[in-house]
Nanobody
Framework: QVQLVESGGGLVQAGGSLRLSCAAS????????MGWFRQAPGKERKFVAAINRSGGITNYADSVKGRFTISRDNAKNTVYLQMNSLKPEDTAVYYC??????????????????????WGQGTQVTVSS
């Protein structure tokens, strides 16, 4: 199984930037599609971004497109979420997730959490106004 640990969250002013990291266990990190989701208090969990195994295909929620960038370093078993121009509405717990694209075809273009088999514990991002 895959264990995921997020880091990099914190408090930032509107307009600022944060970079989240998600470290994965195991030697098969490159076999997984990776995604970021977020959940604000009292809100449903929402898709943020996804990246395929090689890093050549990315997918973003409309609300973050142009501001956030997902990337991965397979040699380091790590996926990143660079968040720029942060807004108060970005405040949420951010979760890293891993999906097997063989078991779940086209998961990289999905905006649903279904298909992601492994989830991290989350990291809090708070954007002040």
């Amino acid at each position: 199984q895959v264990q995921l640990v997020e880091s990099g969250g914190g408090l930032v002013q509107a307009g600022g930037s944060l970079r989240l990291s998600c470290a994965a266990s195991g030697r098969t990190f490159s076999n997984y599609t990776m995604g970021w989701f977020r959940q604000a208090p009292g809100k449903e969990r929402k898709f943020v971004a996804a990246i395929n195994r090689s890093g050549g295909i990315t997918n973003y929620a409309d609300s973050v497109k142009g501001r956030f960038t997902i990337s991965r370093d397979n040699a380091k078993n790590t996926v990143y979420l660079q968040m720029n121009s942060l807004k108060p509405e970005d405040t949420a717990v951010y979760y890293c997730a891993a999906a097997d694209p063989v078991a779940h075809p086209l998961v990289v273009i999905s905006t649903a959490g279904a298909g992601y088999d492994y989830w991290g514990q989350g990291t809090q991002v708070t954007v002040s106004s």
